[in-house]
């Protein structure tokens, strides 16, 4: 894919600023990054040291665009100009035309529908800038708040993975699979 198709826009929503994610986010990355709580579901670890969060930045989101993924959004709530999380495909195959959404967001912003307004965002440019014809999600099959994300966007329900994903603790975990395909996408508009 073009490279320049992979540098993402940056977008207002109503309450945020997508953008893409860099360097100067991680202070406040750390800030969720840290959080036990937060990165209960997650396949990384929770971040101990500041280092870790500017390793992470360096080396996975400054790398997408050589790596063929679409640049990660951060999160910018806007009435407090800060950094609160973040939304990427976490899975992006150009071949298959098919891309898997990831989230994340800081604990004291969790139940105002900010990843729904953030999600909504990076949908319609999976389907419209991408092409793709599918974009999935995945989630734990403990991890209710996500679930009821994924439910407020839309996707259909797939099935069950069972053992699905090995976390970095080394435990394995049951996944709940969802999609949306083109043609879900087009009626829906
Ligand atoms: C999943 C996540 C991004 C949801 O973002 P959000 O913007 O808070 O989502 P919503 O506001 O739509 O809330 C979703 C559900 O979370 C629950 N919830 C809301 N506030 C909550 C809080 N303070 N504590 C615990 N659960 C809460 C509610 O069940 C809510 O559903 P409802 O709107 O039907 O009541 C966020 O919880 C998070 O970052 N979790 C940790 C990371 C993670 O699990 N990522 C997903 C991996 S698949």
Not at 64 to 93: H, Q, S, W
Not at 100 to 108: A, C, H, M, P, S
């Amino acid at each position: 894919m073009d490279k320049a198709l992979l540098k993402m826009p940056t977008i207002e929503t109503k309450r945020l600023i997508l953008r893409p994610v860099s360097i100067s986010d991680a202070i406040d990355m750390f800030e969720y990054a840290s959080d036990k709580e937060v990165t209960r579901f997650l396949t990384w670890k929770t971040h101990e040291k500041i280092t870790d969060t500017y390793y992470a930045i360096e080396n996975i989101f400054d790398k997408r665009i050589d790596n063929n993924y679409p640049e990660a959004y951060a999160l910018i709530l806007k009435t407090e100009n800060k950094m609160i999380g973040m939304c990427d495909f976490v899975y992006f195959n150009e071949n298959n035309r098919c891309g898997e959404i990831g989230y994340v967001l800081n604990r004291k912003y969790w139940g105002n529908g900010y990843m729904v307004e953030a999600c909504q965002e990076v949908i319609k440019i999976g389907f419209d800038r991408f092409n793709l014809i599918r974009i999935q999600i995945t989630h734990d099959i403990n991890n209710y708040q996500s679930q009821r994300v994924i439910e407020k966007l839309g996707f259909t329900y797939e099935g069950i993975k069972r053992k699905g994903l090995v976390k970095w603790d080394g435990t394995a975990c049951t996944l709940k699979k969802y999609a949306i395909i083109d043609s879900d996408y087009k009626n829906k508009e």
